[in-house]
């Protein structure tokens, strides 16, 4: 089945840093979505992306779909503490109806 | 926004013993429902879509016969998970697509379940 690699695994950053982290698939994705998970929470939707070379910018995120429709990459700028939490990619391939296949998930920690 | 409500939020019980956890969408028509499974420290793995009004769709290597979905209605999804058993403890989150797919996908908060 599809999936998906997602890098880094984890992250411990100084508060101010920039941070990026970033998805990739062997297949084609139509749709690339990345999610923020807290702890016992489920996952909150950051930023949605629909075409090809789509960069899209929510507050001090920005998320990019790669042109080959392979890949997606997430920055978050000047981190903050509450920044803290597990991002997920998540993307929807062609033929795979409404279902999503997630990334690993990049866990993040922020030094204050 | 379009809102899952997923309850309860955490659960203890029994080993032997059955549990019920709910996903209604709130103000919007859920057709269609995902529930995933989360291990500490991995990512969403896929059990089983539910399509209102019909069988769900498992996943390979999920148990039907364990893990029951219900979906009668187009706001209430439902995962029993029959005969609980330690390694059933995880995380359990439920997600609609939205209408619209341009507005995403919404999870629900989650449920904790640990069976002793």
């Known amino acids: 089945g599809q999936q998906l690699n997602q890098s880094p695994q984890s992250m411990f950053i100084q508060e101010g840093e920039d941070v990026s982290m970033n998805c990739t698939s062997s297949?084609?994705?139509?749709?690339w979505l990345w999610y923020k998970q807290d702890p016992g929470e489920g996952p909150v939707l950051l930023i949605a992306?629909?075409?090809?070379?789509e960069l899209t910018s929510n507050g001090r995120l920005t998320a990019q779909f790669g042109i080959t429709r392979k890949d997606s990459f997430l920055n978050i700028s000047a981190s903050i503490p509450s920044d803290v939490g597990i991002y997920f990619c998540?993307?929807?391939?062609?033929?795979?109806?409404?279902?999503?296949?997630f990334g690993g998930g990049t866990r993040l920690m922020v030094k204050p | 926004g379009a809102v899952v409500s997923q309850h309860p939020s955490w659960v203890i019980c029994k080993s032997g013993t059955s549990v019920k956890i709910e996903c209604r969408s709130l103000?919007?028509?859920?057709?269609?429902m995902f529930w995933y499974r989360q291990f500490p420290k991995q990512s969403l793995m896929l059990m089983a879509t539910?399509?209102?009004?019909?069988?769900?769709?498992?996943e390979q290597g999920v148990e039907k016969d364990k893990f029951l979905i219900n979906h009668a209605s187009l706001t209430l999804s439902t995962l029993t998970v029959t005969s609980a058993h330690p390694e059933d403890s995880s995380f359990y989150i439920c997600?609609?697509?939205?209408?619209?797919?341009?507005?995403?996908?919404?999870f629900g908060s989650g449920t904790r379940l640990t069976v002793v």
């Open positions: 998540a993307g929807r391939g062609r033929g795979a109806g409404n279902m999503l296949t």
């Open positions: 992306l629909y075409k090809a070379g």
């Open positions: 997600s609609a697509p939205l209408r619209y797919l341009s507005y995403g996908y919404t």
């Open positions: 103000d919007f028509q859920a057709t269609t």
């Open positions: 539910s399509n209102e009004g019909s069988k769900a769709t498992y």
């Open positions: 297949s084609i994705f139509n749709t």
